[in-house]
């Protein structure tokens, strides 16, 4: 990866690929994302950034509330990701 930039969406996706092939990785991101994320891609998030990884189960089902709607329009617009890239978010690889 290097510093290549990508966007949230192009990171997403990939640790959804490498997750799903790679079952050591997988392991490492399910117990610690951000060092996983830092061994694997070379990428440091930063330190106030919390990232958490669940595993679809099929027993499970997941729900993901969007920002409270008491976060300001630029708050909202970083929050909904996809189009910032990593250099953006001040994320380095």
Partial sequence: MGSQMMTIAELREHLIERGTTDAAFRARLLADPKAAIKEGLGLDLPAGFNIVVHED????????LPPSAALGESELSQAAGGSHTLDEMQWRG
């Fill in 57 to 64: 189960l099929a027993d499970t089902g997941h729900l993901v």
